[in-house]
């Protein structure tokens, strides 16, 4: 059997290995799109703390992948230069939990990536869900 297609559990990923599967996610963005995060932080957290799940409307036992913290693209008036950088973070337990293999983990973490990236350029909800994100 392929390591990619090895169970997940109980071997799970450092958190050197997962920053490396969010930064091939973003690499694999084309150049155009990878130019216009500008002032946006991606980083990776082990799990959402519990005011993140309550500002992003996550139910009690319900999961959070990821978050975009920030001002749209679509949003941005001419005071943005005066707000903090954007922040991307991507939950290195949760999906780590959701999946089974190490293969399901890259791709999570791909659509994981892309879904934030959307919020940042003004796409909600429903926009990534028709995506398929």
Known sequence: MPPDEQPLRPKRFSQEQFEELVAEALDQLPSD??????????IVA?????????RAGVRP?????GLYQGVPKTRRGVTYGESFPDKIVIFQ???ERFCR???????QVRRTVLHE????????????EDAGL
């Open 33 to 42: 799109i990878r130019s216009w995060l500008d002032n946006v932080a991606l």
């Open 61 to 65: 036992g319900g999961s959070l992948f």
């Open 46 to 54: 082990e799990a959402p703390t519990p005011d993140q799940l309550r």
């Open 117 to 128: 990236v959307g919020h940042h350029f003004g796409l909600g909800e429903a926009d990534l």
């Open 93 to 95: 337990r949760p999906i």
């Open 101 to 107: 293999t190490r293969r399901e983990v890259r791709d």
